[in-house]
């Protein structure tokens, strides 16, 4: 047989392969990586989307919870599982974020995933103690800008979203402030309520009920678009910041060879989840803009954020690790 023959031969039995892995998909149950611990806004979106999905798909989709090193431990097992589907990684910012803040992966965030599907989109707010001096996002910008280094800005630990965000919020201003890194927003709410820090950057979720009980104020949202939950608070773009936008998103993504029919199958089925009304009502119940994509937009969009906050990390001169 000449290599041509040979080659073609090979070319045919994979495409069958494909095809019947594609028409017998799934074969057993699905397992969802989750790089964070279980109860959190990602987890619940997983868990959500999870239920729905197993069943249209007639097999059970399980939560598998893998927190801890900045999503790494998740993203190597998903990375090095077999491409047939059945194992899938919930990407999110920090993925992106990891790519740019780590000297080193265990695993090439642009080429070793295949994204199939954003789940959903949620805020970022900027926030103040309910009894704050500054009542809108003008003042809080005019104090800072007047007071070089005076106004804190609280945030969650280092490289996080809310950190790196909050990095974004001060080169994107262009006011001199200080930016108080805590160990997660329990911390900062305690310390925004006791006026160790002037304001800080936070998901919006886990704050809105201080913000309901007027324990908080919030003062602008990072988003394209106003919260549904708080139509009344105006986004920093409209305060006068029209290069600052963040929002934090979820999505799935399953190893770089799986067959394009198996991605698009798994595509189908979580568009179908993310739409239906139940799970969108569930999800807007945790302030998540439930919104499915194409799996090109989902690429985009993980290819897109990891040279943006690859570039607030270097702007914020924050070490590698």
């Known amino acids: 047989m000449t290599f041509q023959r040979l080659a073609c031969s090979l070319l045919v039995s994979m495409t069958f392969a494909s095809v019947a892995m594609a028409q017998t998909f799934p074969s057993k149950p699905i397992r969802i990586v989750v790089p964070f611990g279980a109860g959190g806004v990602a987890d619940l979106t997983a868990r959500t989307v999870a239920q729905k999905l197993g069943e249209s798909l007639g097999q059970a989709v399980v939560i598998d919870n893998k927190p801890g090193a900045g999503g790494v431990v998740a993203g190597d097992a998903v990375a090095k599982a077999e491409p047939d589907g059945h194992t899938l990684l919930l990407m999110s910012n920090g993925t992106a974020v990891s790519a740019g803040l780590f000297k080193s992966l265990p695993f ?10 954003t789940l959903g989109f949620f805020d970022i ?18 104090f ?16 996080s979203t809310q950190n790196l965000a909050g990095e974004l919020f001060k080169t994107s201003s262009g006011a001199d402030m200080q930016i108080v890194p805590f160990n997660g927003t329990p911390a900062v709410i305690t310390a925004l309520r006791g006026g160790q820090v002037d304001a800080a950057v936070e998901i919006l ?6 913000i309901k009980a007027n324990a908080l104020r919030a003062l602008a949202v990072t988003g394209e678009k106003r919260a549904a939950v708080l139509p009344d608070v105006p ?48 999800l807007a119940d945790l302030n998540v803009e439930a919104r499915a994509s194409s799996p090109e937009q989902a690429a985009e969009l993980l290819a897109s954020e990891t040279k943006r906050w690859g570039e607030v990390i270097v702007r914020a001169k924050i070490p590698t690790q």
């Not at 800072?144 to 005076?150: H, I, R, V």
């Not at 067959?259 to 199958?265: C, E, F, H, M, S």
């Open 108 to 117: 090439n965030t642009a080429r070793d995933f295949a994204p199939i599907s």
């Open 125 to 142: 707010a900027i926030i103040t103690p309910a009894d704050s001096k500054f009542k809108n996002l003008g003042e809080l910008l005019a």
């Open 144 to 159: 800072a800008k007047a007071n070089p280094g005076k106004l804190n800005l609280g945030t969650i630990n280092i490289g």
């Open 205 to 210: 979720g886990p704050v809105l009920p201080q």
């Open 235 to 282: 986004t920093a773009k409209e305060s006068g910041l029209s290069g600052f936008v963040a929002s934090s998103w979820n999505a799935l993504a399953a190893p770089a060879k799986t067959p394009k029919d198996v991605i698009a199958r798994l595509n189908k089925e979580i568009a179908a989840a993310v739409n239906s009304p139940d799970v969108k009502k569930k």
